[in-house]
């Protein structure tokens, strides 16, 4: 594997991180939007909300418990395929490694010990860049996943609200 392939490789979670940060602050935007039209709404209905009043507020708590479900069970299955990923990477790297090494140990001159030392080295830094890779990648991906469907409701309810109030 080339030098720009790791690099790029290397790059990969950065990316995928940044844009789960994008989306946590635009969530976070656009909550506030909508505890500001539902608070809105609370103080305008006062003390005798009407049954819109009453229907929305039982929707805020709905919504939250199902995103909150779906969130859990997408993290659980992602945490799940992410367990099976890592065994592999664990496997792979053992076999390329025990490889290695026993190449190593096999030499039979000085030459070939150096040739294997340099692929031992070698096999080792690339694989480290590569599993880092994978496994911040892969845990980005499964955060991600887990803010979707929060994600999802807030969007909506800002885009449902704001037509009520008529903006």
Same mark, same amino acid.
């Given at each position: 594997? !080339?030098t +720009? *392939?790791? %690099?790029g490789m =290397?790059? !990969?979670?950065?990316?995928l991180? +940044?844009e %789960?940060?994008w989306k946590a602050? /635009?969530?976070?935007? =656009?909550?506030?939007?909508v505890?500001?039209y539902r608070s !809105? $709404?609370m103080?305008?209905a #006062?003390?005798t909300p009407d049954?819109?009043?009453r229907? /929305?507020?039982a929707?805020?708590g709905? /919504?939250?418990?199902?995103?909150?479900? /779906? =969130?859990?069970?997408?993290?659980?299955q992602g945490?799940?395929?992410?367990n $099976?990923? %890592?065994?592999?990477?664990?496997?792979?790297?053992?076999?390329? #490694?025990? *490889?290695s090494?026993? &190449?190593?140990?096999?030499?039979r001159?000085?030459?070939? &010990?150096?040739i294997?030392?340099?692929?031992?080295a070698k096999?080792?830094?690339?694989? =480290? @860049? @590569?599993?880092?890779?994978?496994v911040?990648s892969?845990s980005?991906? @499964?955060?991600?996943?887990?803010?979707?469907p929060? $994600? &999802?409701?807030v969007k #909506? !309810?800002?885009?449902?609200?704001a037509k009520?109030?008529?903006?």
């Open positions: 594997m !080339n +720009s *392939t790791l %690099f =290397s790059l !990969n979670p950065l990316r991180w +940044s %789960f940060a602050g /635009e969530m976070l935007l =656009s909550s506030a939007q505890i500001g !809105n $709404r103080i305008s #006062g003390i049954a819109t009043d229907r /929305e507020m929707l805020m709905q /919504e939250k418990l199902a995103a909150a479900v /779906e =969130s859990a069970h997408a993290m659980a945490s799940l395929d992410l $099976r990923q %890592f065994a592999a990477l664990i496997s792979r790297q053992m076999l390329t #490694g025990v *490889t090494m026993l &190449s190593l140990a096999a030499s001159s000085p030459q070939h &010990s150096v294997s030392q340099r692929k031992l096999d080792i830094l690339t694989d =480290s @860049v @590569v599993a880092a890779s994978q911040a892969s980005a991906r @499964v955060v991600q996943k887990g803010l979707d929060i $994600r &999802s409701r #909506g !309810n800002v885009k449902r609200l009520r109030q008529g903006r």
